[in-house]
């Protein structure tokens, strides 16, 4: 059986795929930077020996690391506003989800950033008689920034991938229009392939960034 | 067991029973220790023995447990009810030196950049200021031309020149130096205790844990002999060296001839 290619349709709808990528940018963007500003401040709170404050962010994280994406978007989506008992907009519970699983991740690149710091440079800040604002300024988070900046290149990656699961609760990001368009054309394996090349060309850049970022030598 | 008794404005740093237990391990059980001004303290004894716990102690990067301590004019008293605030240590640290094993040099700064970090950080000294004394810090350890280099790229005698060098910059009442030659190749030692060697002459206050043993009986001012966590023997580096009395000591010695 031979299969005949159709790649024209897939210019089919123009528009829709405009303003899929749209949102598939925004929902990456907006839940990555909230997802890192949300990681920076559970990582802080698990680094402190704050231990009423700390265990609950322990297990906020260790939860969202270990249960999957999709099954969390759509409880943020479906049951959320029921528990609550309140009515939060669709987008916003969908990019709840997002969020929180990105929060989860960036605390542990952050938490593990900074342990990663020999004691040595600890010990040596406080000889010089550091106070530890001074030490965590001066000496750890310069050193520590810089071996962060990899695994949160890395997580934003799978990040702009993930959002293509907001397709399964009607956000209308990339996935989602070419999931429409398939079912208006039956040409899933043009579709599907056009899909891939988008995502490709977005994140191939930043995939290549991510390297760079690594074979820095600098410290 | 000082003979003759000392003004006390003769002596650097006053150190009374002071112990430190990690757990029921004591690693250091009841030192003291009288320290002039402008004299090298060395301080001798087989590894685990507590040296480097106790000069921690007197950086209070570790806590005692008890007993108490005077640099300068700046008195501690240690164990229950007495809690110095963050603020309080951080400012008796910008007055003690410390150099370490391992240098623990900041990799992210320059050598100039690592001896300017004290003053500026800490003291809050002009930056020009800091420059130019940095510069002269790295000229007398024989450093100039190594100011814009990075830490990865110095040996490990001019790390631990730029360490001394970091340390020095803060104008510690007393600097102390745990065993600073020991991470160093053979060959890369005698430049650093070069180093160690005009700051006694120049008269700094200094305690020095070293297993250098021809350097302490040519440089000390005084000796202490540390075993299982208390000094068991003390006088003068001739004394100590060549007429030790205490079994334990002529036993660690011999360990040094062979
Ligand atoms: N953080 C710690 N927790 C528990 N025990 C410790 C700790 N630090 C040191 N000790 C113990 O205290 C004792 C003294 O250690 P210390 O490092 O002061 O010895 P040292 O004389 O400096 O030895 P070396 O010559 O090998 O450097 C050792 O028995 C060591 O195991
Ligand atoms: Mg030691």
């Known amino acids: ?219 | 067991m000082m003979s003759e008794p000392l003004a006390a404005d003769a002596v650097m740093v006053e150190v009374k029973d002071l112990t430190k237990s990690y757990g029921n391990v004591e690693a250091v059980k009841g030192v003291s220790l009288l320290v002039r001004r402008g004299e090298a303290q060395f301080v001798i004894g087989p590894s685990g023995c507590g040296k480097s716990t106790f000069l921690r102690c007197i950086n209070l990067l570790e806590e005692p447990s008890s007993g108490s301590m005077r640099v300068g004019e700046t008195a501690i008293e240690f164990g229950r009810g007495h809690r110095m605030s963050a603020r309080e240590q951080a400012r008796f640290r910008s007055n003690v030196g410390m150099v370490f094993q391992q240098f623990h040099l900041f990799p992210h700064m320059t050598a100039l950049q690592n001896v300017m970090e004290g003053p500026v950080t800490v003291k809050r000294v002009a930056r020009a200021q800091a420059r130019h004394q940095a510069e002269a810090l790295l000229a007398k350890v024989g450093l100039a031309d190594k100011r814009d280099v990075y830490p990865r790229h110095l040996s490990g005698g001019q790390a631990q020149r730029v360490a001394i060098a970091r340390a020095l910059a803060m104008q510690p009442r007393v600097m102390l130096l745990d065993e600073v030659t020991s991470a160093l190749d053979p060959e890369l030692v005698g430049e650093v205790l070069e180093v160690i060697r005009q700051l006694t002459f120049e008269g700094m206050t200094m305690i020095v844990v070293t297993h250098e043993m021809a350097f302490a009986r040519e440089v000390a001012a005084r000796v202490v002999f540390m075993d299982a966590g208390l000094i068991l023997e003390e006088g003068s580096a001739e004394e100590l060296l060549d007429r030790p009395r205490n079994p334990r000591l002529q036993s660690f010695l011999r360990r040094f001839r062979n």
């Open chain 1, 1 to 219: 059986m031979e299969y005949s290619w159709d790649f024209s349709i897939v210019f089919l709808r123009p528009g829709n795929w405009a303003r899929g990528f749209a949102v598939t940018m925004v929902y990456a963007v907006a839940t990555t930077v909230a997802g890192l500003v949300l990681g920076l401040v559970c990582g802080m709170v698990m680094l402190s020996r704050h231990t009423i404050l700390a265990s609950p962010i322990h297990g906020y994280v260790q939860f969202f690391r270990s249960t999957p994406l999709l099954i969390q978007i759509v409880w943020f989506y479906y049951a959320l506003p029921v528990v609550i008992g309140l009515n939060i907009p669709a987008w916003l519970a969908a990019g709840l989800g997002l969020t929180l699983y990105m929060g989860a991740f960036s605390a542990e690149i952050f938490r593990a950033g900074i342990m990663s710091i020999d004691k040595g440079q600890w010990q040596a800040a406080r000889a010089l008689g550091m106070m530890p604002v001074q030490m965590m300024r001066r000496i750890i988070l310069p050193q520590a920034t810089r071996r962060m900046v990899p695994p949160f290149v890395n997580q934003s990656v799978l990040q702009l991938k993930n959002t293509s699961l907001l397709s399964v609760v009607a956000v209308p990001d990339l996935m989602y229009t070419g999931t429409l368009l398939v079912s208006e054309t039956f040409r899933p394996l043009e579709i599907y392939t056009a899909l891939a090349v988008f995502y490709f060309i977005i994140l191939y850049p930043l995939q290549r960034l991510a390297k760079l970022l690594e074979q820095r030598d600098d410290v």
